[in-house]
């Protein structure tokens, strides 16, 4: 098993990754509204030294959490992420990470795949 995080950094895209996900085999996945340390500390600066920089009203990010049988999915979830939001290496984009679980207790068992 294996847990993913991403922190989506285009809130208007979430619906779109969500089907993204679920068609590469997520089968769940918990959203969290959130903030990062940068949208933090612009909301305590100023208005006028802001100039070209995000508004501190800016809607905030999404960060999402599943929990993955294959790493497979993971590399499949990757390459759908990056396929909609662009390269993760560019700003603005996003943060994805994923790690190994040792142990991993209440979730309900993969339905089994038709035909077997």
């Given at each position: 098993?294996?847990?993913i995080?991403?922190?989506?950094?285009?809130?208007?895209?979430?619906?779109?990754?969500?089907?993204?996900?679920?068609?590469?085999?997520?089968?769940?996945?918990?959203?969290?509204?959130?903030?990062?340390m940068?949208?933090?500390?612009?909301?305590?600066?100023?208005?006028?030294y802001?100039y070209?920089?995000?508004?501190?009203?800016?809607?905030?990010?999404?960060?999402?959490?599943?929990?993955?049988?294959?790493?497979?999915?993971?590399?499949?979830?990757?390459?759908?992420?990056?396929?909609?939001?662009?390269?993760?290496?560019?700003?603005?984009?996003?943060?994805?990470?994923?790690?190994?679980l040792?142990?991993?207790?209440?979730?309900?068992?993969?339905?089994?795949?038709?035909?077997?």
């Amino acid at each position: 098993m294996f847990m993913i995080f991403f922190v989506l950094d285009q809130p208007d895209q979430l619906d779109a990754l969500l089907e993204a996900w679920s068609a590469v085999g997520v089968r769940g996945v918990t959203i969290l509204e959130s903030t990062g340390m940068y949208r933090k500390q612009m909301k305590h600066i100023p208005m006028r030294y802001l100039y070209g920089c995000p508004s501190p009203e800016e809607e905030g990010n999404y960060t999402l959490v599943a929990i993955v049988e294959q790493e497979e999915t993971v590399r499949s979830c990757l390459r759908a992420t990056e396929e909609l939001v662009g390269d993760l290496d560019a700003p603005n984009t996003g943060v994805f990470a994923s790690w190994p679980l040792t142990t991993v207790k209440g979730l309900p068992p993969t339905p089994p795949i038709r035909g077997e």
